[in-house]
């Protein structure tokens, strides 16, 4: 599968377009057939080295890119439930979104009701609920 992925960090010049295997999902996982990816500051911070250091985020090196996503299910793992194969879905605060597929934690997945549109459900993961945290949290 196609995926945009950095082998060194720093700026955007890193970003290359790799040829690597598509995940298989382990337990507990979905494999998403990515539509959207977002775009957010926690890609740029993962990109530069910002996390190279972060135990909350890992930044194994190579990386690819992208922590927000949306898309269909493709194939489920073992002990996934209320899930199924085309299900419409978006998620966050998971890395690899900046490719052809990736495999999420089931848990983190959210099913996109018919009438949303893919890129604003894919969109409204990390930015929605940053919003809400900060307004119903801080």
């Not at 598509?22 to 959207?36: D, N, Q, S």
């Not at 597929?101 to 018919?114: D, E, G, H, S």
């Amino acid at each position: 599968m196609k995926a945009i992925a950095i082998t060194r960090f720093g700026g955007p010049e890193n970003f290359e377009l790799m040829d690597m295997p598509e995940p298989i999902p382990a337990v507990g996982e979905a494999l998403v057939k990515i539509e959207y990816a977002g775009i957010n500051f926690i890609d740029i911070y993962m990109r530069s080295g910002k996390y190279a250091r972060s135990n909350t985020y890992q930044t194994p090196l190579p990386m690819t890119i992208g922590m927000e996503g949306g898309g269909t299910v493709a194939a489920l793992g073992e002990g996934v439930t209320g899930l199924k194969i085309g299900d419409r879905v978006a998620y966050c605060i998971v890395r690899g979104s900046y490719a052809a597929f990736a495999a999420v934690p089931a848990w983190r997945l959210v099913k996109v009701p018919q009438g949303v549109p893919m890129p604003i459900a894919t969109a409204l993961m990390l930015q929605g609920f940053t919003a809400h945290y900060l307004t119903h949290s801080a």
